[in-house]
């Protein structure tokens, strides 16, 4: 075969240094989502939807062909910290945790998360970012040390 394709839709999630809530502002909630969205499309992995809360973001977006989900996400935190760091003295204190959730989606699974993603507001009145992230890897069968788990 001559011709290389992959459909790969990937799921992001990643908070906050200590899941502080430095997202509250909607402007700087507005620029934490749309520049992880830049990025994943100027890495060739279109993105979906980019949405979150205060203090995490979930990123749904195609994986390209020629890069590995941790340079992406690498890009996606180093992208935004910058930019976002200049938005406010407040601010500038702002880091992405060090580490991250990516899972793999079903083509069949998109349209649920996408509607997810975009509830992310509703949905954290009943649920933690801890209890979601907790059963995300539950739901995905990774084990976890919680010790590791938050910085």
């Not at 973001?57 to 994986?63: G, I, P, Q």
């Not at 406010?88 to 996408?114: I, N, T």
């Not at 992310?120 to 995300?136: N, P, V, W």
């Not at 739901?139 to 010790?147: C, I, R, V």
Request: net charge positive; hydrophobic share 35%.
């Amino acid at each position: 075969m001559s011709q290389s394709l992959a459909q790969i839709y990937l799921h992001i999630v990643f908070s906050t240094k200590g899941r502080r809530p430095f997202l509250q502002n909607s402007t700087i909630l507005d620029e934490a989502f749309r520049i992880p969205g830049g990025v994943c499309n100027n890495q060739g992995c279109p993105v979906l939807r980019v949405g979150g809360v205060a203090d995490h973001v979930h990123v749904l977006c195609r994986l390209g062909k020629g890069i590995s989900i941790s340079d992406l996400i690498k890009e996606l935190k180093r992208e935004s910290t910058l930019a976002i760091k200049t938005k406010s003295p407040e601010l500038r204190d702002f880091y992405w945790q060090k580490g991250y959730g990516a899972y793999s989606v079903s083509p069949g699974h998109v349209d649920a998360l996408l509607k997810y993603i975009a509830n992310q507001h509703e949905h954290h009145k009943k649920e933690t970012f801890q209890d979601e992230f907790r059963r995300l890897l539950t739901n995905y069968g990774l084990k976890w040390d919680e010790s590791y788990v938050w910085d």
